[in-house]
């Protein structure tokens, strides 16, 4: 089955200044790569995606890249907000396997 | 829309007590997803449907769990009996289509259960 280990499980920014989330993943058969963001207390909600048919995902400060050759894709936050605190989780495949989640914390 | 409802938002009760969580999926969307949610485990998927039939159930953790779905806007998730061990929440969620094929997957507020 599919196994994902994501990294790391805190982060701690400046405002500014840009944060990365790693993802890797084990099933090569594995095509859809979603990140979802998750407030205190909130439901996780979608923020980008990545299909296996494509590099890179961008969205104004987020973008997501994916490598299928190395199995792993990452998150990427420029000029990070405080409003940017929540815990991010990477997913895969169709079932929504997710990553065990990762803390940011932007400081002002 | 209204978007993905659960109900209850938090439900407090007593080991042993059977518990029944209940959503109600996105109209027009035929999956439905059941999570649980700790500090321990993360987000775990439970069970999903597909057009009110379960897919797979390999995320039940024991025999103690069960989940229907009678029609398409309406799925339980039952515990009995319940054990503190049970303490979680419980996210449901929705899609159009399986999220592999590119639909996005729509998660309902959450039930916080806490099982003395």
């Known amino acids: 089955g599919e196994n994902v280990e994501q990294h790391p499980s805190t982060l701690s920014v400046q405002e500014g200044d840009s944060a990365v989330i790693k993802c890797t993943y084990s099933?090569?058969?594995?095509?859809?790569f979603p990140w979802y963001k998750q407030e205190l207390g909130k439901r996780p909600q979608l923020i980008i995606d990545?299909?296996?048919?494509?590099g890179e995902k961008k969205d104004q400060r987020i973008a997501v890249t994916l490598n299928k050759t190395a199995k792993h894709f990452s998150l990427h936050i420029t000029e990070t907000q405080p409003e940017d605190s929540a815990v991010y989780f990477c997913?895969?495949?169709?079932?929504?396997?997710f990553g065990t989640g990762t803390r940011l914390q932007v400081f002002p | 829309d209204a978007g993905v409802i659960q109900s209850p938002r938090h439900e407090v009760t007593e080991m042993g007590q059977e518990v029944t969580l209940r959503c109600k999926p996105i109209?027009?969307?035929?999956?439905l997803f059941w999570y649980r949610q700790t500090m321990m485990r993360g987000l775990e998927l439970l069970i999903y449907?597909?057009?009110?039939?379960?897919?797979?159930d390999s995320g039940m953790p024991e025999d103690r769990f069960s989940a229907k779905m009678p029609n398409a806007s309406f799925s339980t998730l039952k515990i009995q009996p319940s054990e503190p061990r049970d303490s979680a929440v419980y996210f449901c969620?929705?899609?159009?289509?399986?999220?592999?094929?590119?639909?996005?997957?729509?998660f309902g507020p959450g039930t916080r259960l806490l099982v003395l």
């Open positions: 969620a929705s899609s159009l289509a399986a999220a592999g094929v590119g639909e996005t997957q729509y």
């Open positions: 449907f597909n057009n009110n039939v379960p897919i797979d």
């Open positions: 099933d090569s058969a594995s095509n859809y």
């Open positions: 990545i299909r296996s048919n494509v």
């Open positions: 109209s027009g969307h035929d999956y």
């Open positions: 997913a895969v495949s169709d079932k929504l396997i």
